[in-house]
Every structure is written in C-alpha cells, then in structure tokens.
C-alpha cells in the first residue's frame, strides 16, 4: 500500500477515534461544559453538551475534509503554486508526480498530527469537565504538536535538496528547466 494511502487511511481512523471519544464521554458530560480556558487553565468559556460535541465532531471532521481536500489538490493545481525547496528541479516532468504524491504526505503528516493534537485537547477538556484537573497538561501536548510540525518541515527541506550530482554539473541545473 503506498504510504499517502496508508496517511488517508490514518486520518479517517483518527477521526473515527474522535467521533467515539465524543459518543462514549457524551453521556457522563455535565449539561454544561467549560469549552475555553485562559492560559492559567481556569475554565473562562461555556456550552451546552450537545454544542460541544456537535463543534468538535465538526471542527475534526472538517479539518480533515481540509487535509484531505488540500492533498488532492495538489494534483491538479498548477505547479507554480507548490512552493518547495529548490522547486524548479523537483517539478522537472520527470520528478513532477512523485514530488506531488511526496508533497501530499507530508501535508497528510501534518493533518494527522492536527487530529492527534484535537483528539489530546478534548480529553483534556473532556477529564476537566468530569472533575480531573488536566489542563495543566495543554502545554505539553502542545509543545509535542509544534514539534511535530517542525520535523515535518525540516524532513520536507531535506527531502527537497538538490541532489549532489546535480550540484556537480552533471545534471540539468536549477535555474535552466522550464516548468510550464
């Protein structure tokens, strides 16, 4: 299985995760909940059970819709809209779909830590509104999240280096392919 099927496929099961998280905690839920807290973590913003299971079921699935959408669309955007390093040799024709298929896991990458991050923010909030002081936790996981994101984008530019060989000349250079 080629791995940004394997991505999509953990994306759809995170949210899957997601959408139980929310059925399984939803009846032990009070009928308020505290939905928003202040850097401190005291509890400053409160909804209904049902508005806050319907928005995070809704903001989870729609961000994946967004991931999912936005790996899509980079086979049919033009490619002078991807902006890699040294993008000029890696959407030479030759190189052009692999890059865009590699391109795309690394945005799936980034969604399903996006939905990883969601699903540890609301057990948070979920463990709060049942008694458990947690919040205390955020920053951490946080923390875990932008890490995350950041050894993407390093992975990506490591990735997307000139290859040696062409730095030596014995390759088409960078600045003379013609990506229309």
């Known amino acids: 299985m080629k791995k940004r ?3 999509i496929s953990l994306l759809l099961i ?9 059925a399984f905690y939803y009846p032990r839920l009070p009928n308020v909940v505290a939905t928003h807290f202040n850097a401190s973590g005291v509890a400053d913003g409160f909804s209904s059970k049902r508005t806050f299971a319907i928005g995070m079921v809704g903001l989870q699935s729609g961000l994946a819709l967004v991931f999912l959408g936005l790996s899509w669309l980079l086979r049919v955007l033009p490619i002078t809209t991807l902006n890699i ?15 865009k298929s590699e391109v795309a896991c690394f945005l799936l ?51 997307f280096r000139v290859p040696a060989h062409v730095t030596e000349g014995t390759d088409t250079p960078n600045d003379t392919l013609n990506l229309e």
């Not at 995170?14 to 929310?22: C, F, H, L, R």
């Not at 390093?85 to 890059?99: D, F, G, L």
């Not at 399903?112 to 947690?134: D, E, K, M, S, V």
């Open 109 to 159: 990458s980034v969604g399903l830590g996006t939905q990883w991050f969601f699903i540890a923010t609301r057990q948070l909030i979920i463990l709060h509104n049942l008694g458990w002081p947690a919040m205390q936790w955020i920053w951490a996981f946080l923390i875990l999240f932008l890490c995350h994101v950041i050894g993407v984008v390093i992975l990506l530019c490591l990735r």
């Open 85 to 99: 390093p040294n993008r000029t040799y890696w959407m030479a024709p030759e190189r052009r779909e692999t890059t």
């Open 5 to 7: 099927n394997i991505l």
């Open 14 to 22: 995170s949210v899957a995760i997601g959408v139980t998280q929310v």
